[in-house]
């Protein structure tokens, strides 16, 4: 697997992905999601690299979709959005990845549900629509 990558010189390379850039990526999804979501380009390092092509995978905007689809009630155009096939920025797929993964957030916590229209809206306006 390739990924566009950042070099020294600041120009975009087309550069392979390790195996264990892969797993580190896995291993920091919340991290890297958190960075991608508040606007990190993934061309700034392998690890950002790798995570936006596991985050944009059909599979994984399947699966997010439908987790939102059960736990978020009043999304499905943006639910609808993720599980298509068109491409999706990592950076808005990032940020509802965080926001099903937020156990202290707006899906789960009472205090915050008021929080959750906006949340929802900003990640719309990320997929551009």
């Known amino acids: 697997m390739h990924a566009l990558v950042d070099d020294d010189r600041g120009r975009l390379t087309l550069r392979p ?9 896995r291993c920091r999804a919340a991290r890297l999601d958190r960075e991608l979501a508040d606007g990190a380009r993934p061309e700034v390092s392998a690890l950002l690299a790798a995570r936006a092509l596991q985050l944009t995978s059909g599979g994984y905007r399947r699966a997010l979709a439908a987790n939102l689809n ?5 999304s499905a155009a943006l639910a609808g959005s993720l599980a298509g096939s068109d491409p999706v920025p990592a950076r808005a797929v990032a940020m509802v990845a965080a926001l099903l993964a937020d156990g202290a957030g707006p899906l789960y ?8 229209p906006a949340m929802i809206e900003r990640a719309r306006a990320a ?3």
């Open 17 to 25: 992905l390790r195996p264990w850039h892969q797993m580190l990526a």
């Open 70 to 74: 059960r736990l978020a009630p009043g």
């Open 109 to 116: 916590r009472d205090a915050r549900r008021d929080d959750l």
């Open 127 to 129: 997929l551009g629509g």
